[in-house]
């Protein structure tokens, strides 16, 4: 079974540019999240979505990042304008259900955004 | 606010000794708690976890960890270290039950010494 998926492994973009950073969940995983670790720092929530919707998307930084999962598959999450303190790892994550059943969260590789 | 502190952002032991990576949490109800690894190129794993009932949990790879709730603490401990332990460890907690809407500690990074 093939686990999350993170397309690309690197970017380095210029300030100003616009990146996308892709995400492939677990096949038939309703739950994706998206999670960004700054410089050594503790790694941040950003975004839930269940299926197609966006659950919770309280940890987004602010209206640059918009994220998308349409058709309940993949997730894209765009960066436009990148701003230097953008540069991080991004990571995401599925799962088929919750916590609570006992349903494990799957973590991608991660995609390191480094913006100069 | 909620939050998870990880104290020592770098541990060293030899190979053969007792790994401890402290964690403490402060959480204004009782939370899931959480131990991840991350080997170098890889994605994080699940270690261990605790949820509810017996408050000493093993995980994989020989790694356990006690939830103390009077002291708000969730230390993940190994016996014995090895060589492929050398990785960063993060702790984590899930305040809101049902979700993995995770606060993670800034990570301890373990390396271990021949």
């Known amino acids: 079974e093939a686990g999350v998926t993170q397309f690309p492994s690197h970017s380095v973009i210029e300030k100003g540019q616009t990146v996308t950073l892709r995400c492939d969940p677990i096949s038939g995983h309703d739950n994706l999240y998206w999670y960004r670790r700054v410089m050594g720092k503790e790694i941040k929530f950003l975004l839930h979505?269940?299926?197609?919707?966006?659950?919770?998307e309280s940890g987004m930084p602010n209206n640059r990042f918009l994220a998308e999962r349409t058709g309940g598959t993949y997730s894209t999450l765009k960066v436009q304008p990148a701003e230097l303190e953008d540069s991080g790892v991004y990571f995401c994550?599925?799962?088929?259900?919750?916590?609570?059943?006992?349903?494990?969260?799957?973590f991608g590789s991660g995609t390191q955004l480094s913006v100069l | 606010a909620q939050s998870v502190t990880q104290l020592g952002s770098h541990v060293s032991v030899s190979e053969g000794a007792l790994v401890l990576l402290r964690c403490n949490y402060s959480?204004?109800?009782?939370?899931?708690l959480f131990w991840y690894v991350q080997y170098p190129n890889q994605g994080l794993q699940l270690l261990l976890k605790?949820?509810?009932?017996?408050?000493l949990v093993k995980g994989i790879n020989g790694f356990e960890a006690e939830f103390k709730k009077s002291e708000t603490s969730f230390h993940l401990t190994k016996p014995s270290a090895h060589m492929s332990d050398a990785a960063e460890y993060f702790c984590?907690?899930?305040?809101?039950?049902?979700?993995?809407?995770?606060?993670f500690g800034t990570g301890t990074r373990l390396k271990v010494l021949a």
């Open positions: 994550a599925s799962s088929q259900g919750i916590v609570d059943r006992g349903e494990k969260l799957f």
């Open positions: 605790y949820t509810t009932g017996a408050t």
């Open positions: 984590a907690v899930s305040p809101l039950r049902g979700t993995y809407k995770y606060i």
């Open positions: 959480s204004s109800v009782p939370p899931y």
């Open positions: 979505f269940v299926k197609e919707s966006k659950q919770d």
